[in-house]
């Protein structure tokens, strides 16, 4: 096994000594566990990449600490800068709500390969031609004729399934 350099030793020691105590510090001024989390993730990285000079300081747990605790105020400040941003425009206009068979669609889509997802999407949903979904997959003509023909006859089962069980019940 490869040795540890006693600076990387020390970076870990230093930081299974101090983070726990950090998330809890930063969770409560949070108040959102993986958001604490994220922060003081985010500061111990950036502490690492300066560590030679930190681990100098009289207490580098503080300047971690300082770090995480205004990464985690920054971010509160955008998310509040967005929400009244939201709040000013309003709901968008005219969402369509979700009819059952758009649900049932997207659900059989989920079950059938990504290439022919992709390739229904495009083609049935988005309303380009066999050439133009080729040439935006990068694959040949004869490619996409074939995975449109497989997801179609997957979703036709895929779909009777799903209709034959809302039957039943």
């Not at 108040?31 to 009289?58: F, H, K, N, P």
């Not at 068979?101 to 949903?125: D, F, G």
């Amino acid at each position: 096994m490869a040795s540890v350099s006693p600076e990387v030793e020390r970076f870990d020691d230093f930081y299974a000594s101090t983070a726990p105590a950090l998330v809890r510090q930063v969770h409560a001024l949070t108040g959102d566990l993986a958001e604490a989390q994220d922060c003081v993730q985010e500061a111990y990285a950036r502490a690492w990449q300066r560590w030679s000079t930190i681990s100098e300081y009289g207490a580098p747990a503080a300047w971690v600490r300082t770090v995480a605790c205004r990464l985690a105020i920054s971010r509160f400040r955008r998310l509040k800068v967005g929400v009244g941003l939201l709040r000013r425009q309003g709901p968008p206009p005219n969402v369509p709500e979700l009819d059952a068979s758009r649900v049932a669609l997207v659900a059989a889509l989920r079950q059938i390969p990504e290439a022919q997802r992709l390739a229904i999407v495009l083609h049935h949903l988005g309303g380009l031609s066999v050439k133009e979904v080729a040439d935006e997959t990068r694959v040949p003509v004869g490619t996409v004729k074939a995975r449109l023909s497989r997801g179609r006859a997957a979703l036709v089962v895929l779909l009777a399934d799903d209709t034959e069980g809302a039957t039943r019940v």
